[in-house]
Nanobody, 130 residues
Framework: HVQLVESGGGSVQSGGSLRLSCAISGYAYSTYCIAWFRQAPGKEREGVAGIHSDGSTSYEDAVKGRFTISRDNAKNTVYLQMNSLKPEDTAMYYC?????????????????????????WGQGTQVTVS
């Protein structure tokens, strides 16, 4: 019943910025973990950032200091602000939600997230950095 829709991807020059949005509907839970994953062709899907319902955040080491995950509860939307983009950031970006991962599962380094732990996924939005 949970639906997620990503937007905001595009093509940007190295060093540029993008803000991805994930609009979430169909849930009424107070505890959750919402994450951004990315997957490049021929690569494993990897966790990029996550945010717990209490506001705690987590980042993959390669993006820490450049990316910021945030939420707007009134709009049921999670954002990923991406600054200082590099060609290695090129990938399809997905948002995903898990309703039972818990605080510790959500706040570990996002690069350790397991995609199988997230039951609901968006369709993805492409980010290309050149």
């Amino acid at each position: 019943h949970v639906q997620l829709v990503e937007s905001g991807g595009g093509s940007v020059q190295s060093g540029g910025s993008l803000r991805l949005s994930c609009a979430i509907s169909g849930y009424a839970y107070s505890t959750y973990c919402i994450a951004w994953f990315r997957q490049a062709p021929g690569k494993e899907r990897e966790g990029v950032a996550g945010i717990h319902s209490d506001g705690s955040t987590s980042y993959e080491d390669a993006v820490k200091g450049r990316f910021t995950i945030s939420r707007d509860n009134a709009k049921n939307t999670v954002y990923l602000q991406m600054n200082s983009l590099k060609p290695e950031d090129t990938a399809m970006y997905y948002c995903a939600v898990d309703l039972g991962l818990g605080y510790y599962g959500c706040t570990v380094v996002a690069g350790t997230y397991q995609a199988a732990d997230f039951g609901y996924w968006g369709q993805g939005t492409q980010v290309t950095v050149s």
